[in-house]
Every structure is written in C-alpha cells, then in structure tokens.
C-alpha cells in the first residue's frame, strides 16, 4: 500500500501539536502506511502553492488560511458554509471543506458533562468564539459574550449574526471588566492566560469562581488561572487539549472513516497534556 500523505497548513505555525496528535490517531486507527507533517506557508506564497496541496490525502488548516483556502475548494460542507472558515479538507475527484471546530468543541462540553442550554458567559468573541457564541444561542442558551472594548464590533456583528439564525435566541453583549452574576457554563475563548502569559485572567476571581462548568479553549498551560480560580470554588473545569484532540479526531473520521471511543480521546488528551507539561511546565 502506497503512503498516505497529510499536512497541517498556516502561518506562522511555531509549536504546534497537531503532528503528535494525528500520529497517535492514525495508530489508533490501524493506520500505519500515513505521514502528518506541519507546513508552515508564507502569507505571499499561498495563492501559488494551493493548489498544490490537493496533490495530499487530506490536511488541516489553521490561521490566517481558515477563511482564504474557501475559493480554492470545490465544495463545502454545512459546517464550513455556516462559518466561512474550514480547517479540515479531504482531497480527491472533489476537494471538499470541513469545520471541525465545532465538533471538538460540542463533544468536549459533552465530556465535560453539561450542555449549552443554561446560562452562559463567553469570554472573547474572535473565530472560536463566534462558533461557541452561534452554538450555545442555537442550543437555546442564554448568552451573555464579554469582550474588551476593542472587539464590541466583532460582538456586535456575532450577535447580528445570531439573531438572524434565531431572533427568539437571549444574547446580551458586556465588557471583560462589567461582568458579573453566576453563570451555569463560562467558556473562555480570548488568549488571557496562555503561555508563556500564564498569570493572566480575563476576568475577576470572583466572576471565575461563579460557575458550575469552565470550558477553557487554551491548552498550554494545561490548567490556566481561569481554571483553577474555577475548580477551588466547586467548578468542574476542562481545558482546551480536549477540543483540539476531538476535531482531529473528527478528520480522520472524514478522511479514512475511522471511529474512537471516549477512552481512546481521554487517554490521547492526558497524554498530549503530559507533553505540553514536559516542554513548558505547568
């Protein structure tokens, strides 16, 4: 059997952790004739190398290429039409393009034990938050989307958006440092508290430690400060290592019809988030 060729594709990529992942994936899979390799392509080369790209089995796609790869496909998926961005493609008589994003993040809020149908603070409003912002209001979620001033015009634009998918949906718009009350879900999709920023917060302990659930999308450090404010007053809190492991998993589901237990996602998770712990601390 002839190797299978996949990539992860953007710019600039520094460290990223999908090349591990998709690895352990293919063996779970059974697959052992792939190769996962990250691409990182320059912003003034990509419209010449493309097309080339179809040449693969399938890849990944993350920023800044999520929203300029579409015209160069042939066909979407619903999931890609409904957010203008793909990040997975499978390639073959017609390349088609995926948005695996909300997958990972519907089966994580699954793992994590809850729903979006309660009260729900979104923290942060960019690409990933515009997907969990149109997905909890969707769920029929009562929606509150804190920002910083900066990006009350991507709120308001997301909350525009909402209203004509669901003009009966409860969406209230705030700032990061207004925010108040108790939330049954707070979902953290700003960069506040990444690495090497670990300290950081976005909001006031007292906000973090007002909730049942905390779903946080960063993943390096596996716990942010966010999180553990969260977890010392009874919330049950999940990083972002969850997510980024079921959308991959979901590619292989779209690129070689391949299926994973929870099991399988768990222990992949702990064992990527023993990695990120090896190369950066806690």
């Known amino acids: 059997m002839s190797t299978q060729h996949y990539a992860l594709i953007g710019h600039p990529l520094g460290h990223t952790m999908s090349p591990p992942i998709h690895k352990r994936l293919f063996e779970l899979s059974g697959n052992l004739d792939a190769d996962y390799i990250a691409q990182d392509i320059p912003l003034e080369k990509f419209d010449d190398v493309a097309d080339q790209l179809f040449q693969l089995n399938g890849f990944n796609i993350t920023i800044p290429y999520k929203i300029k790869m579409l015209r160069h496909l042939d066909q979407l998926d619903l999931s890609a039409k409904r957010y203008g961005a793909v990040n997975v493609v499978k ?35 960019g690409g990933a938050g515009r997907m969990m912002a149109i ?7 009562d929606l509150t989307i804190a920002v910083r001033e900066s990006s ?21 718009i705030t700032s990061l440092q207004a925010v108040t009350g108790k939330y049954d ?53 999940m990083g972002g290592m969850n997510m980024l ?33 090896a190369q950066f601390g806690d």
């Open 245 to 277: 492991v079921w959308q991959a998993a979901v590619s292989h589901e779209i690129w070689e019809d391949a299926s994973y237990s929870k099991q399988d996602i768990q222990a992949l998770v702990a064992e990527m988030e023993e990695m990120v712990t």
């Open 152 to 172: 009350y015009e991507k709120a308001e634009n997301t909350y525009n958006n909402i209203k004509l998918l669901s003009p009966e949906s409860s969406v209230h």
């Open 91 to 125: 390639c073959g008589e017609k390349n088609i393009g995926y948005n695996t994003d909300v997958t990972g993040f519907l089966r994580s809020i699954e793992m994590l034990g809850t729903d979006l149908t309660g009260k729900v603070l979104l923290l942060g409003c």
């Open 185 to 237: 879900l707070i979902l953290n999709a700003t960069p506040s508290g990444m690495y090497p920023h670990n300290d950081e917060c976005p909001v006031s302990p007292e906000v973090a430690g007002n909730t049942a659930f905390l779903f946080d999308a960063i993943y390096n450090p596996r716990e942010t400060q966010l999180m553990k404010l969260a977890k010392a007053n009874g919330a049950k809190v």
């Open 135 to 141: 997905e909890t209001a969707l769920a029929g979620g």
